[in-house]
Nanobody, 115 residues
Framework: QVQLVESGGGLVQPGGSLRLSCATS????????MGWYRQAPGKQRELVAA???????NYADSVKGRFTISRDNAKKTVYLQMNSLKSEDTAVYYC?????????WGQGTQVTVSS
């Protein structure tokens, strides 16, 4: 059974930092492209950052220079380091795993940026 479990969300002040983790099990992690998505209230889910199985990364324009995605194949975990957080980063953050026709989602973790 495939599981993706996000953690690390919470309440942070503007300008602060958080590190999200997505621990996986039940899949051959090194084969999967991994992504972080977010969904704010009343908005569509959007891609934040992604890393391919070979380590190439891409980011939404809104987070470039502030967020960093990384993966640890030994730990089967993907991370999202979020710096210089803004109120508009408030959302539920989800991780996703993709390999060919297989796609899996985590349950999400809430990130709230507020003073």
């Amino acid at each position: 059974q495939v599981q993706l479990v996000e953690s690390g969300g919470g309440l942070v002040q503007p300008g602060g930092s958080l590190r999200l983790s997505c621990a996986t099990s039940g899949l051959i992690f090194r084969l999967y492209g991994m992504g972080w998505y977010r969904q704010a209230p009343g908005k569509q889910r959007e891609l934040v950052a992604a890393v391919t199985s070979s380590g190439s990364t891409n980011y939404a324009d809104s987070v470039k220079g502030r967020f960093t995605i990384s993966r640890d194949n030994a730990k089967k975990t993907v991370y999202l380091q979020m710096n210089s957080l803004k109120s508009e980063d408030t959302a539920v953050y989800y991780c996703r795993a993709d390999f060919r026709i297989n796609q899996y989602w985590g349950q999400g973790t809430q990130v709230t940026v507020s003073s």
